[in-house]
């Protein structure tokens, strides 16, 4: 048997982002994390103590994952590419929530295609 390492728990990162969006956080258990990834809950407790572990885990991940995306965004490539930064504080349209500048920067922001993406807001 070929052993990938890393494997399970990326696709337990991954299989908590889908429960927690779809049941939320507190409605989450480890046994829906584990169906959602088709790993065993042995595979769970190798990798993260505890639920929480594993959104600290998940925390650390999502932050590695986006400062390489920012870093090397078309953006960091204009003559003042921090005019961009406001831009996750604008309103967006359809929002009611408070905390839409949140909302946006976090649903739209890095989404593949979306007209929200900080491409769109230097021109890009």
Same mark, same amino acid.
């Given at each position: 048997?070929? !052993?990938? %390492?890393?494997?399970?728990?990326?696709?337990?990162?991954?299989?908590? #982002?889908?429960?927690?969006? !779809?049941?939320?956080?507190?409605?989450?258990?480890?046994?829906? #994390?584990?169906? =959602?990834? *088709?790993?065993?809950?042995?595979?769970?407790? @190798?990798?993260?103590?505890?639920?929480? $572990?594993?959104?600290?885990?998940?925390? =650390?991940?999502?932050?590695?994952?986006?400062? =390489? #995306?920012?870093?090397?965004?078309?953006?960091?490539?204009? $003559? $003042? %590419? +921090?005019?961009?930064?406001?831009? *996750? *504080?604008?309103? @967006?349209?359809?929002?009611?929530?408070? $905390?839409?500048?949140? /909302?946006?920067?976090?649903? @739209?922001?890095? &989404?593949? *295609?979306?007209? /929200? &993406?900080?491409?769109? +807001?230097?021109?890009?």
């Amino acid at each position: 048997m070929v !052993r990938t %390492p890393g494997l399970s728990r990326n696709k337990l990162l991954s299989a908590a #982002i889908d429960v927690f969006r !779809r049941k939320g956080y507190a409605a989450t258990t480890v046994d829906d #994390i584990c169906a =959602e990834a *088709g790993v065993t809950k042995g595979s769970f407790f @190798h990798h993260f103590k505890t639920k929480e $572990d594993l959104t600290l885990q998940l925390v =650390e991940h999502w932050n590695t994952w986006t400062a =390489e #995306i920012f870093r090397s965004a078309p953006y960091q490539q204009l $003559d $003042d %590419p +921090a005019r961009v930064l406001g831009y *996750g *504080g604008l309103p @967006h349209r359809n929002s009611r929530r408070r $905390d839409r500048g949140l /909302h946006l920067f976090a649903g @739209h922001a890095g &989404a593949r *295609g979306s007209r /929200h &993406a900080p491409r769109c +807001a230097c021109g890009l």
